[in-house]
T-cell receptor, first 112, second 113 residues
Framework: EPEVTQTPSHQVTQMGQEVILRCVPI?????FYWYRQILGQKVEFLVS????????KSEIFDDQFSVERPDGSNFTLKIRSTKLEDSAMYFC??????????FGQGTRLTVV | AQSVTQLGSHVSVSEGALVLLRCNYS??????LFWYVQYPNQGLQLLLK??????LVKGINGFEAEFKKSETSFHLTKPSAHMSDAAEYFC???????????FGDGTTLTVKP
């Protein structure tokens, strides 16, 4: 069964460093998303991406965040200068159209 | 704007008992509604969804949910709990684009032997 894959499963980085979280969406999907879940809290929408551009973003998705689909298969989330409060589980999701999104297993980001 | 309220952050049932997880939503347009399950250290798995049509939707693992517009509810039920159902459950609402969903705070389901 096709699935969304995310790498790495766990990333530890020092405060102020840049990190790139990687996702391979399901191959025929057209819509891509990033969500995050701070430990013990709810899942929060970050950004949606369609037709090679951001279609919507939340207040959380400020200038330190960026997304890219560099090669037609990967979908990345970059955090330019990480802060302690960026520590969270980051979920990538994709959908073929405006129906349900399929989620990856997540990348746990720990900023120290 | 859309929002979701899950009543009860923790629900505990005995194995074989009815599972009822409550979800109320707010949406300015006809909503899409979802229930996801999250096992420890794992991703989100879609249990079931409501978009249009039949208001009683059946999902995986014996779960079902009923969309009640008049009550703005989408409660999740399962007739008989199994130990493997112990997990975190999230209700989510979307107004158009299903990827941009608003999630509830989640309900932790514990199943006692």
């Amino acid at each position: 069964e096709p699935e969304v894959t995310q790498t790495p499963s766990h990333q530890v980085t020092q405060m102020g460093q840049e990190v790139i979280l990687r996702c391979v969406p399901i191959s025929n999907h057209l819509y891509f998303y990033w969500y995050r879940q701070i430990l013990g809290q709810k899942v929060e929408f970050l950004v949606s991406f369609y037709n090679n551009e951001i279609s919507e973003k939340s207040e959380i998705f400020d200038d330190q965040f960026s997304v890219e689909r560099p090669d037609g298969s990967n979908f990345t989330l970059k955090i330019r200068s990480t802060k302690l409060e960026d520590s969270a589980m980051y979920f990538c999701a994709s959908s073929i159209r405006n129906t349900e999104a399929f989620f990856g297993q997540g990348t746990r980001l720990t900023v120290v | 704007a859309q929002s979701v309220t899950q009543l009860g952050s923790h629900v505990s049932v005995s194995e074989g008992a009815l599972v009822l997880l409550r979800c109320n939503y707010s949406s300015s347009v006809p909503p899409y509604l979802f229930w996801y399950v999250q096992y420890p250290n794992q991703g989100l798995q879609l249990l079931l969804k409501y978009t249009t049509g039949a208001t009683l939707v059946k999902g995986i693992n014996g779960f079902e949910a009923e969309f009640k517009k008049s009550e703005t509810s989408f409660h999740l039920t399962k007739p008989s709990a199994h130990m493997s159902d112990a997990a975190e459950y999230f209700c989510a609402v979307s107004e158009n684009n299903a990827g941009k969903s608003t999630f509830g705070d989640g309900t932790t389901l514990t199943v006692k032997p």
